[in-house]
């Protein structure tokens, strides 16, 4: 089973940038469906972006539509999630999820998970 290492979390001002990146441990994970899913203190894990395994159609929660970018570096096994304009309420542990049985990610038996990267917006 493909595993998956998530990094580049931390605490930033509201306002500021943060990259988070995800490395797989499997050359295949270049041709699933990926996403990043956050889960806030108190909260259900909820989707925040994804990149389909059907022609690469990338996917956006609308509160992070026009600040989060997704995308993957297929050479190095790795998905990405630029994060801009951080506010506080995108804190939370931020997930890197994909299904290789699947065309898009969702929480499901079959999807395989991070283990989480905290990210904490001070206003």
Known sequence: QVELVESGGGLVQSGGSLRLSCVASERAFSRYAVAWYRQALGEEREFVAGISSI????????SVKGRFTVSRDKARNTLYLQMNNLKPEDTAV???????AKPMVAITPSTVWGQGTQVTVSS
Do not use: L, S, V, W
């Open 94 to 100: 931020y997930y890197c999820a994909t299904d290789p």
């Open 55 to 62: 022609d690469e159609i990338t996917f956006y929660e609308d």
